[in-house]
């Protein structure tokens, strides 16, 4: 059993260039979501999937797209990347949207935008 | 929304009890308190969660005010490997996809 893994782990792009970030969970959970965290700070939430075929804009979802693609996937695309999307990314999937349900983690992907 | 508020850091020592405060002061009645904690370069992993009443799990116990305008999250013996930024987290009764972290405490635990 896996939960939740993210590739790439680390990443250096150009300004404008574009790439995605893959996000796949193998706990059967309903709802999956990425968050980003900037240094020193805690996570803020980008855009979230309460269940297979929606998604939803979060705290800061400006710059990003989402993807949906399966139960256990869920992909973020940078279209055009800025600096000011350097940070660390984390998926998370839980079983489904309740207030006393679990959120777990991947380990991560580390974007650096020159 | 309802916010929460840590101290930034706490420090501890090894095998002692450990008290992690956290004020939610415009707590809505139905909002759930939620802890995770991150490790060093690594995603954030669930501690406990509780509503009203204090919890207990192998983890640690939360401890919740009777008015709910605090908590506190008590590991009771601290080891190396609990030294990890703690995060005290409301989850909201009229959008509970939503998870706001705020900046956490960072515990020290010295040996």
């Known amino acids: 059993n896996a939960g939740v893994t993210q590739t790439p782990k680390f990443q250096v792009l150009k300004t404008g260039q574009s790439m995605t970030l893959q996000c796949a969970q193998d706990m059967n959970h309903n709802s999956m979501y990425w968050y980003r965290q900037d240094p020193g700070m805690g996570l803020r939430l980008i855009y979230y999937?309460?269940?297979?075929?929606?998604?939803d804009k979060g705290e800061v979802p400006n710059g990003y797209n989402v993807s949906r693609l399966n139960k256990r996937e869920f992909s973020l695309r940078l279209e055009s990347a800025a600096p000011s999307q350097t940070s660390v990314y984390f998926c998370?999937?839980?079983?489904?949207?309740?207030?006393?349900?679990?959120?777990?983690f991947g380990p991560g992907t580390r974007l650096l935008v020159l | 929304d309802a916010k929460t508020t840590q101290p930034n850091s706490m420090e501890s020592n090894e095998e002692e009890p450990v008290h992690l405060p956290c004020n939610h002061s415009t707590i809505s009645g139905t909002d759930y308190i939620h802890w995770y904690r991150q490790l060093p370069s690594q995603g954030p992993e669930y501690v406990i969660h509780g509503l009203t009443s204090n919890v207990n799990n192998r983890m640690a116990s939360l401890a919740i005010a009777e008015d709910r305008k605090s908590s506190t999250l008590i590991l009771h013996r601290a080891t190396l490997r609990d030294a990890a930024v703690y995060y005290c987290?409301?989850?909201?009764?009229?959008?509970?996809?939503?998870?706001?972290f705020g900046s956490g405490t960072k515990l020290n635990v010295k040996p």
């Open positions: 999937s309460a269940s297979e075929g929606t998604t």
């Open positions: 987290i409301l989850r909201y009764n009229h959008n509970f996809n939503k998870f706001y």
């Open positions: 998370a999937s839980s079983e489904a949207p309740q207030q006393g349900e679990t959120q777990y």
